[in-house]
């Protein structure tokens, strides 16, 4: 299907909808599939394609389309970090005096629009919109589970939408902002959420182990059945946050200010706390924790801590209220 087709099809209201799927399926599987090193060849079909995609009603039949969508934000280049884009598209972003620290060490490093040819500037707003779309209907397919691992979506912004089974593992959400927005069971294992914001946003059974949080800011959210493992609260904003039996192991506290947060039933082991603000006596006798967790000098250790605790020991000190040792070799596992 060449270009004009393309746009023929998108656009076209006589279209029965069966063929403008269809089309959207082939022409988004030909974007996943481009060369590395490739601009877009035409963004006006790419935004014809976006807006009759999401103007279109969804129905239970449409997985095909989700994950044709999934594949292509995924594999688009534009949203690549400073690295990436120079070595494939012949830039140099450091004779342009940018106003970032280009980080070539393989970490995610955002370029402006006004850095990079238009039709990249062009394709991140179809990428948004198709991305926004996509995490507002795909709860709607039945079976299917959202597979974003690895996207790079940058400044993303949602609003009342609920992802639940999702793997978003090592994807890029850096700058997002997230409002009233429900994650349940969600695999978010070593994804940026540098400079993220959430505001009354609830999170069940939802893994940021190794995620990357610097900057972020969290208002009024509930974590429940969550694991924070090897995560760090420096430079991490906490206001009037909920954490319900949430895993915090070999969790840097930083000088995270926790005061206005509560805690029920959380498990700590193998953290830093010693520099945290804000946090009370109150607040740290909720928790099952262990000696390994390095405390701040004016809290005092609960008496009916183990020395040793694991999720096993953890999880029957929950449902029977026993403290007993833990025999793993691994404590914190």
Not at 142 to 148: D, E, T
């Amino acid at each position: 299907m060449n270009t004009k087709e393309c746009t023929t099809c998108f656009t076209a209201e006589e279209t029965p909808r069966s063929e403008k799927i269809a089309a959207a399926v082939r022409y988004l599987n030909t974007q996943s599939k481009r060369d590395e090193g490739t601009l877009p060849a035409d963004t006006k079909s790419l935004e014809a394609c976006v807006r009759m995609v999401s103007d279109i009603e969804i129905v239970s039949g449409d997985a095909g389309l989700f994950k044709s969508i999934a594949l292509y934000l995924k594999a688009s280049p534009a949203f690549q970090s400073a690295d990436y884009l120079e070595d494939y598209f012949d830039l140099d972003f450091e004779s342009a005096n940018p106003p970032l620290d280009i980080d070539y060490t393989g970490n995610y490093t955002f370029v402006p629009d006004d850095m990079l040819p238009v039709s990249f500037a062009d394709e991140r707003t179809c990428l948004l919109r198709l991305a926004r779309f996509y995490f507002e209907h795909a709860g709607t397919i039945p079976r299917l589970k959202p597979n974003l691992e690895g996207a790079a979506l940058p400044m993303l912004e949602l609003s009342s939408v609920n992802v639940k089974e999702a793997r978003l593992s090592e994807s890029i959400f850096m700058g997002g902002v997230f409002n009233d927005c429900h994650f349940e069971s969600v695999a978010m294992h070593d994804a940026n959420l540098n400079d993220c914001t959430f505001t009354g946003c609830r999170f069940d059974r939802v893994n940021f182990s190794e995620c990357h949080l610097e900057g972020a800011s969290y208002k009024d959210c509930t974590f429940e059945g969550v694991s924070l493992r090897d995560t760090c609260f420096d430079n991490v904003t906490f206001q009037n946050c909920r954490f319900i039996e949430v895993e915090l192991c070999a969790v840097d506290f930083g000088a995270a200010d926790m005061g206005s947060c509560t805690f029920d039933k959380c498990w700590i082991s193998h953290a830093r706390m010693s520099q945290v603000t804000g946090l009370a006596q109150k607040q740290l006798d909720t928790f099952f924790g262990a000696d390994s967790t390095i405390l701040p000098t004016h809290l005092k250790r609960p008496h009916f801590w183990p020395g040793k605790s694991d999720i096993t020991t953890w999880r029957r000190w929950i449902e029977t209220g026993d403290v007993i040792e833990s025999t793993a070799s691994m404590e914190y596992e």
